[in-house]
């Protein structure tokens, strides 16, 4: 069983930043798929930014050129640097890495944007 562990999240303005980490714990060095999703008060969970070796980085038209998603490959953890915060990107935010055969996923840290 692999744990991911997410941080970085909290209270921002409008126009603000925050960078999300997920800590895994082994390497994701070998990983297949990784991303992060969140989910809206009343909504589904919806991805964000998604990395896999064969489709490259996927983001979600709502976060183009504001959000990235990055990994420290020589380590164990996965970011999310999330620039000019809208209100509308509020949500719990979850880490998910998939490896051959283990499909894990973070517990989530909340973000709130205020405007």
């Known amino acids: 069983q692999v744990q991911l562990v997410e941080s970085g999240g909290g209270l921002v303005q409008a126009g603000g930043s925050l960078r999300l980490s997920c800590a895994a714990s082994r390497s994701i060095a070998s990983a297949n798929r990784m991303g992060w999703y969140r989910q809206a008060p009343g909504s589904q969970r919806e991805a964000v930014a998604t990395?896999?070796?064969?489709?490259?980085?996927d983001y979600a038209d709502s976060v183009k050129g504001r959000f990235a998603i990055s990994r420290d490959n020589a380590g164990d953890t996965l970011y999310l640097q999330m620039n000019s915060l809208k209100p509308e990107d509020t949500g719990v935010y979850y880490c998910n890495i998939k490896w051959f055969m283990i499909d894990s996923w973070g517990q989530g840290t909340q973000v709130t944007v205020s405007s």
């Open positions: 990395f896999s070796g064969g489709r490259g980085t």
